[in-house]
T-cell receptor, first 118, second 112 residues
Framework: AQKVTQAQTEISVVEKEDVTLDCVYETRDTTYYLFWYKQPPSGELVFLIRRNSFDEQNEISGRYSWNFQKSTSSFNFTITASQVVDSAVYFCALSEVGNNNAGNMLTFGGGTRLMVKP | KAGVTQTPRYLIKTRGQQVTLSCSPI?????VSWYQQTPGQGLQFLFEYFSETQRNKGNFPGRFSGRQFSNSRSEMNVSTLELGDSALYLC???????????FGPGTRLTVL
């Protein structure tokens, strides 16, 4: 069965610090997708990134970057020069596609609460 | 394009009652998934509907049910409410098959 672990439940940093949120996953499928979502206090989950299991290229989007390593089953998320507006709960999630292409179930990690202090 | 909408945003019910939550997906999306979020259990998958058919179901009792209409709008129903059903219920829409799921603002259900 699939599983996602976010070992850091809470991280506190001072503005402008870099911070890395860890995500480790377990799956038996060879085809799967990994996601990161941000949940601000309003509650809505905001999509950040989607990667498929065949694309291990790292990605950078502004201050955000993601490091996907299949060898260690990890998909870590780094925020460079953090800002107060980055304060939120961040979720890593896994979607297995499987042979029946019914893979639209997201398995979420427990989330990491990031607090960025001014 | 309008995002995913959910109604109502807040609900207060008492034990034993039933409740129906509604979700309108992004135009063109045929898959709607429902998730329950609680402080203790985190985010858990309830079920997914694709073209009016339930395609996946999570590990929830039969009191939790849903349906999808021909216009892809979806409803979920919880019967015989229990205190533990108090949660944020999130709906997400996508094109299916591992595609990105976009979430609505959620319905916060409180059971007294």
């Amino acid at each position: 069965a699939q599983k996602v672990t976010q070992a850091q439940t809470e991280i506190s940093v001072v503005e402008k610090e870099d911070v890395t949120l860890d995500c480790v996953y377990e799956t038996r499928d060879t085809t799967y997708y990994l996601f990161w979502y941000k949940q601000p206090p309003s509650g809505e989950l905001v999509f950040l990134i989607r990667r498929n299991s065949f694309d291990e290229q790292n990605e950078i989007s502004g201050r955000y970057s993601w490091n996907f390593q299949k060898s260690t089953s990890s998909f870590n998320f780094t925020i460079t020069a953090s800002q107060v507006v980055d304060s939120a709960v961040y979720f890593c999630a896994l979607s297995e596609v499987g042979n029946n292409n019914a893979g639209n179930m997201l398995t979420f990690g427990g989330g990491t609460r990031l607090m960025v202090k001014p | 394009k309008a995002g995913v909408t959910q109604t109502p945003r807040y609900l207060i019910k008492t034990r034993g009652q039933q409740v129906t939550l509604s979700c309108s997906p992004i135009s063109g999306h045929r898959s709607v998934s429902w998730y329950q979020q609680t402080p203790g259990q985190g985010l858990q998958f309830l079920f997914e509907y694709f073209s009016e058919t339930q395609r996946n179901k999570g590990n929830f009792p039969g009191r939790f049910s849903g349906r999808q209409f021909s216009n892809s709008r979806s409803e979920m129903n919880v019967s015989t409410l229990e205190l533990g059903d108090s949660a944020l219920y999130l709906c997400a829409s996508s094109n299916g098959g591992g595609d990105t799921q976009y979430f609505g603002p959620g319905t916060r259900l409180t059971v007294l």
